[in-house]
T-cell receptor, first 117, second 110 residues
Framework: DQQVKQNSPSLSVQEGRISILNCDYT??????FLWYKKYPAEGPTFLIS?????DKNEDGRFTVFLNKSAKHLSLHIVPSQPGDSAVYFC????????????????FGAGTQVVVTP | SQTIHQWPATLVQPVGSPLSLECTVE??????LYWYRQAAGRGLQLLFY??????ISSEVPQNLSASRPQDRQFILSSKKLLLSDSGFYLC?????????FGNGTRLTVT
């Protein structure tokens, strides 16, 4: 039972344009959402996160939007650059006081982004 | 700064052979440690986590086991590998949010 879904396995975008990656979830207990970026043969690198008390978080060229009623989040990359070509994973964790819950993430299957010159 | 080391980077093992993957974290104390696996075409799945020495929690039933003999060392093991154990294994640590990953081990069971 996949609780986090990324329905687009791939995305191709021109350099300088906006990349929009989407993610849907089913578990209403998720309270924290993250995006990771992964290059081939490397581990995922943390990119940006958002708490369920917010609906937007911005960090440079990266913005994450959260729509709790729709159980949907998206990552916007503006402008897209060739170095952004990677696999992007959406992840979520449940509300919980124990610190071990912070690392117990549910991941989507990832979206391969290719930025063309 | 904190760093995480995971080895080997790639491993090819025959079915029925044992497995030992090791992970160490530097620059932090008493981290939570995690083992994740990515099967082909799928997202990452949590296998084990540990909140302290000797404390291991398993998330999914499987052919693998984990141990934490020291504060910053986490080991993933198997006595007899199965073909289905092939995948990309990632060690991760946290002392809060977010979770930080190592570079992973690509395991191919033949």
């Amino acid at each position: 039972d996949q609780q986090v879904k990324q329905n687009s396995p791939s995305l191709s975008v021109q350099e300088g344009r906006i990349s929009i990656l989407n993610c849907d979830y089913t578990n209403s207990m998720f309270d924290y959402f993250l995006w990771y970026k992964k290059y081939p043969a490397e581990g995922p690198t943390f990119l940006i996160s958002i708490s369920s008390i917010k609906d937007k978080n911005e960090d440079g060229r990266f913005t994450v939007f959260l729509n709790k009623s729709a159980k949907h989040l998206s990552l916007h990359i503006v402008p897209s650059q060739p170095g952004d070509s990677a696999v992007y994973f959406c992840a979520a964790s449940e509300l919980g006081p124990a610190t071990d819950s912070w690392g117990k993430l549910q991941f989507g299957a990832g979206t391969q982004v290719v930025v063309t010159p | 700064s904190q760093t995480i080391h995971q080895w080997p980077a790639t491993l090819v093992q025959p079915v029925g052979s044992p497995l030992s993957l090791e992970c160490t974290v530097e620059g932090t104390s008493n981290p939570n440690l995690y083992w994740y696996r990515q099967a082909a075409g799928r997202g990452l799945q949590l296998l084990f986590y540990s909140v302290g020495i000797g404390q291991i929690s398993s998330e999914v039933p499987q052919n693998l086991s984990a141990s934490r003999p020291q504060d910053r060392q986490f080991i993933l093991s198997s006595k007899k590998l199965l073909l289905s154990d092939s995948g990309f294994y990632l060690c991760a640590w946290s002392t809060g949010r977010p979770l930080h990953f190592g570079n992973g081990t690509r395991l191919t069971v033949t």
